[in-house]
Nanobody, 123 residues
């Protein structure tokens, strides 16, 4: 079956960086867009960005442009979220998502979700 497993979360201070990883198995990784979402306590889950099946980046949230980037390794079936210049408002559970390449990123259907990894940014 399909597995989407995030890792790399933790507690950091304002201004620091973190790299989240998402390892996928059970599907043809190169035919999926890979997205990152986050959900802060008491808030709705929001899309952050996507790495398209062919390596392009699509941002869902303007608040992270210039600070967060994404990369993917199709051989390792892994996508990475690079979090830079972290702020306390970035504190959230971060989720990885797999989306068929025919779909259209931020507002379209997600086919598979991970369980999430917690990022906490202290001030």
């Amino acid at each position: 079956q399909v597995q989407v497993v995030e890792s790399g979360g933790g507690l950091v201070q304002t201004g620091e960086s973190l790299r989240l990883s998402c390892k996928v198995s059970g599907l043809t990784f190169g035919t999926y867009n890979m997205g990152w979402f986050r959900q802060a306590p008491g808030k709705e889950r929001e899309g952050i960005l996507f790495s398209s099946w062919n390596g392009a980046t699509a941002y869902c949230a303007a608040s992270v442009q210039g600070r967060f980037t994404v990369s993917r390794d199709n051989v390792a079936a892994t996508v990475y979220l690079h979090l830079n210049m972290l702020k306390p408002e970035d504190t959230a559970m971060y989720y990885c998502a797999a989306q068929r390449a025919s779909r259209h990123f931020c507002r379209d259907v997600i086919d598979y979700w991970g369980q999430g990894t917690q990022v906490t940014v202290s001030s």
